[in-house]
């Protein structure tokens, strides 16, 4: 069947969440909501691309937005903020003609390169002379309908243990319920980004995934409080047969607890209990072994993300982070003050899409 191309307003249209839902690799982040939160906190333009056949049915799509940064380059990015965001492709030929789409933005836009970031890679559906880097990891776990089962699997000593500690610990686990729950998570995560040294993501973020997402229960908050003080927190996404860890942040003078290992097994426990089919530890730098090893020990299955660029990648973004100058901004970010980490994020963290 014949097929042509249509950019989609995803938010108005109501066939582009019709085909998320029904396509096995769709997303949360392919879906209309995430394209309002990105839109509302960031002001990038969206460029929605699918090829749509003769009886007016989407067959094939894939979803920009448009990053204008002399920052960190001019480019169309699929997408913004994700993990990943495979094409909803199934052959070169869609490829083509939404790629071809793309382009013809290149006169009135001016941009350096496109990048797409993938996780089911099948290099057939993709020209040759795409940049390819896997600099990212994402973990996988299969669930069961019985969480104590799921349980017995993870990591004798290095994950059961703390999670029987973390039981036994002086803390308490409470789901967030309003903004106010929302505000203390912001607050450890200001102190978290700094502790690793990068910006965060700036606070009317949150308020935007909460808004779109939390009503909707496709947002869940988990906080763990140690004598009425919020000590850790994870957000997660909720999504057709899915749950992902998104963001997480803790108070580094009270991990002796096992705050995240408590976080993480009621994530699982809640997701087995509620149908979930998959569990999403989220994508880690193929540099942080530490943290890749403790994924691992909860039973994943790990997998490559990568990241396509067409011609090449320009700016800030070809910093190495085992650079001198990515270090020497880690160590800046390390030691600013809260608010300045938090005036940092806003100012920074749209150039980094």
Not at 113 to 119: D, P, Q, S, T
Not at 164 to 182: C, M, P, T, V
Not at 205 to 227: A, G, I, T
Not at 237 to 265: I, T
Request: charged share 25%; aromatic share 14%; proline share 4%.
């Amino acid at each position: 069947m014949d097929f042509h191309i249509e950019k989609i307003n995803a938010i108005k249209d109501d066939r582009w969440d019709k085909y998320i839902m029904q396509h096995p690799l769709g997303t949360i982040y392919h879906h209309s909501c995430w394209q309002d939160i990105i839109r509302l906190t960031y002001g990038y333009e969206p460029f929605y691309f699918a090829c749509v056949d003769d009886n007016a049915n989407i067959r094939a799509c894939i979803p920009f937005f448009y990053v204008g940064s002399r920052l960190t380059g001019k480019r169309f990015v699929s997408l913004p903020f994700t993990h990943f965001c495979d094409p909803l492709i199934s052959s070169y030929s869609e490829f083509e003609q939404i790629f071809n789409a793309i382009q013809n933005q290149q006169i009135s836009r001016q941009f350096s390169f496109i990048e797409l970031r993938i996780m089911n890679l099948n290099t057939t559906y993709y020209p040759p002379d795409f940049k390819i880097q896997k600099l990212f990891k994402i973990h996988i776990l299969n669930l069961n309908k019985d969480p104590e089962i799921l349980r017995a699997t993870f990591h004798k000593n290095h994950i059961q243990r703390g999670i029987k500690k973390a039981e036994k610990s002086d803390i308490n686990l409470k789901k967030g319920i309003d903004i106010k729950d929302l505000k203390e998570f912001y607050k450890l995560q200001l102190r978290t980004r700094r502790k690793h040294g990068v910006p965060p993501q700036p606070y009317s973020f949150f308020v935007n995934l909460w808004k779109e997402l939390y009503p909707e229960n496709r947002m869940d908050l988990l906080l763990v409080e140690h004598r009425h003080k919020t000590i850790a927190g994870i957000i997660l996404l909720k999504f057709k047969n899915r749950v992902c860890y998104q963001y997480g942040a803790s108070d580094e003078n009270y991990l002796q607890y096992r705050p995240n290992h408590l976080l993480m097994w009621h994530a699982i426990k809640n997701a087995c209990e509620e149908g979930f089919e998959y569990f999403d530890f989220g994508k880690s730098s193929i540099e942080n072994t530490g943290l890749i090893e403790f994924k691992n020990r909860w039973g994943t299955e790990e997998f490559d993300i990568a990241h396509l660029y067409y011609p090449d990648i320009h700016g800030m973004q070809t910093i190495s982070r085992k650079s001198i100058k990515y270090k020497f901004t880690n160590l800046i970010w390390g030691n600013a003050p809260l608010a300045l980490t938090e005036l940092g994020g806003k100012l920074l963290y749209k150039h980094l899409g």
